[in-house]
């Protein structure tokens, strides 16, 4: 079955950096748009980025260009989503998507 599972979240000071992984298994990975999203609480779970099949095109959502970036390994089926100079509003729990699944998410949490 499709089964995408998130890591890397963790505690940070802001200005810090996390790099997240999501392994996908369960589907055609080198053939499926990957996506990251996340939920704070309180809020509706929104898009951070997404990755086109060869990882040639990229989305952001505007509250993290320039500091977040997503890419993937097809060899690996895994997607990465690398996070610099974090901030207080980043903290939410980040989702790995893809293929019209979900993973249980990882919790990241940016304070001093």
């Known amino acids: 079955q499709v089964r995408l599972v998130e890591s890397g979240g963790g505690l940070v000071q802001p200005g810090g950096s996390l790099r997240l992984a999501c392994a996908a298994s369960?589907?055609?990975?080198?053939?499926?748009?990957m996506s990251w999203h996340r939920q704070a609480p309180g809020k509706e779970r929104e898009s951070v980025a997404a990755?086109?099949?060869?990882?040639?095109?990229?989305n952001y959502a505007d509250s993290v260009k320039g500091r977040f970036t997503i890419s993937r390994d097809n060899a690996k089926n895994t997607v990465y989503l690398q996070m610099n100079n974090l901030k207080p509003e980043d903290t939410a729990v980040y989702y790995c998507?893809?293929?019209?699944?979900w993973g249980q998410g990882t919790q990241v949490t940016v304070s001093s």
């Open positions: 369960g589907f055609t990975f080198y053939n499926s748009i």
């Open positions: 998507g893809g293929y019209g699944s």
């Open positions: 990755i086109s099949v060869s990882g040639g095109t990229t």
